[in-house]
């Protein structure tokens, strides 16, 4: 079973509309991570966001962390079509002695011109 | 920009037939990762990597997948035989520590017949 969820599995929106995905994790984390996915492409580092902290920003993105409801958010605000991609959040989970990286199934963002 | 390479790009091979993945890491990335992608299972960890010993290969089908990291420059995926439930896109991700996001190459999109 997968690690971290994200929610929800598609989202469509506008150009200039904000975008907000979820992800929720089953065990305690060393920090997460989103990356983005364009179609055919490899997975491109967004942001990492360790487990003392709680919120993060880089550019038009804003990264949310709640490690008491294991759950994190990712904001794009002001949304382009090149934003357009599925986005992934990944939890480093403790396995013997290493941390694990473990990815969710991800969220299909669309954004409309 | 650093970059992660595989080769190669596409692969379409026969049932039965080995085939061998090849990734180059970034240049001081100690962590390299072997994934699997398919819209069934989503990014499945295969292999981990650090400083070339391996840490956790437990997802890997252990009777006809092995990877290996020859040198710091070279890291490998092996099917052998292949089958066609192996077709999938695999990707190599390199990067240094856990803190610090990885990179991800383009991947190679498997295809067994």
């Known amino acids: 079973s997968q690690q971290g969820e994200e929610d929800p599995q598609a989202l469509s929106i506008q150009e200039g509309e904000n975008a907000t995905m979820n992800c929720s994790y089953k065990?305690?984390?060393?920090?997460l991570q989103w990356y983005r996915q364009n179609s055919g492409r490899g997975l491109v580092h967004l942001i990492l966001?360790?487990?003392?902290?709680r919120e993060k920003h880089s550019g038009r993105l804003r990264v949310t962390l709640d490690t008491s409801k294991k759950s994190s958010s990712l904001l794009i605000t002001a949304s382009r079509a090149a934003d357009t991609a599925s986005y992934f959040c990944?939890?480093?989970?403790?396995?013997?002695?290493?941390?694990?990286?473990?990815f969710g199934r991800g969220t299909s963002l669309i954004v409309h011109p | 920009d650093a970059r992660v390479t595989q080769t190669p790009r596409d692969k379409v091979t026969e049932m039965g037939q080995e085939v061998t993945m090849r990734c180059q890491p970034i240049?001081?990335?100690?962590?390299v990762f072997w994934y699997r992608q398919t819209m069934m299972q989503g990014l499945e960890l295969l292999a981990y990597?650090?400083?070339?010993?391996?840490?956790?290969d437990s997802g890997m089908p252990k009777d006809r997948f092995s990877a290996e990291m020859p040198d710091a420059t070279l890291a490998t995926l092996k099917i052998q035989p292949s089958e066609p439930r192996d077709s999938a896109v695999y990707f190599c991700?390199?990067?240094?520590?856990?803190?610090?996001?990885?990179?991800f190459g383009s991947g190679t999109r498997l295809t067994v017949v």
């Open positions: 991700a390199s990067g240094y520590g856990t803190g610090n996001g990885y990179t």
């Open positions: 240049l001081g990335h100690n962590t």
């Open positions: 990944a939890t480093d989970v403790a396995s013997g002695g290493s941390y694990i990286p473990t």
């Open positions: 065990t305690s984390i060393n920090n």
């Open positions: 966001i360790r487990s003392n902290e």
């Open positions: 990597f650090r400083n070339r010993a391996p840490l956790d």
